[in-house]
């Protein structure tokens, strides 16, 4: 099963910046990159996620009730190739665009700023290649709903005591 906040945001990242769902890799995974001038986008998460609220609600209507947690993660955005300083760039500035407010909504999610932006090269053989690592904090919610016994008539006892 693949961490769904990774998948998540991997469609959110695809869509912001309408590239092909082939140049995104989910994952530190051994995958070679064959060319270094393609933009490949790698999305990762290396630190541990925080729970940033807990609660829960009852549903009358379906007689549940739904325990949610709300989670922060730190993800990694790794961009190669050509174009990564572009893409990189493009990217970050994307964040604040109303696209980027509906793509999360509807991918519930909350994608905040980036925090840090890492040059880093690559060695592939005797050349070295564009790499960039953009880091930033994305908020999700996950959530249990559990059906909740139904209470038909309610029984009461009535103690008098005079």
Same mark, same amino acid.
């Given at each position: 099963?693949?961490? /769904? ?23 530190? &995974? ?12 790698? =999305?990762?998460? &290396?630190?541990? +996620? ?5 609660? $829960? ?5 379906? $007689?549940?009730? =739904? ?14 190739? %050509? %174009? +990564?300083?572009?893409?990189?760039? /493009? ?27 890492? $040059?880093? /090269? ?10 960039? $690592? ?27 005591? /005079?």
């Amino acid at each position: 099963m693949s961490n /769904k906040v990774l998948t998540q945001t991997a469609i959110f990242v695809r869509n912001l910046l309408v590239i092909s769902e082939t140049q995104i890799k989910i994952g530190r &995974v051994n995958w070679d990159i064959a060319d270094m001038t393609t933009s490949y986008i790698a =999305i990762d998460t &290396v630190s541990p +996620a925080t729970r940033v609220s807990l609660g $829960d609600h009852f549903d009358s209507d379906n $007689d549940n009730e =739904i325990y949610y947690e709300e989670w922060q993660t730190p993800i990694i955005i790794s961009f190669y190739g %050509d %174009d +990564a300083y572009t893409n990189a760039n /493009k990217f970050r500035l994307s964040l604040r665009s109303e696209n980027s407010r509906v793509l999360q909504e509807s991918l519930s999610l909350a994608v905040y700023a980036a925090t840090s932006l890492i $040059d880093i /090269k690559n060695l592939t053989g005797t050349k070295f290649n564009n790499r960039l $690592d953009l880091s930033l904090n994305v908020n999700y919610t996950t959530q249990l709903s559990v059906e909740a016994e139904s209470l038909l008539e309610a029984q009461t006892e009535v103690l008098n005591n /005079k």
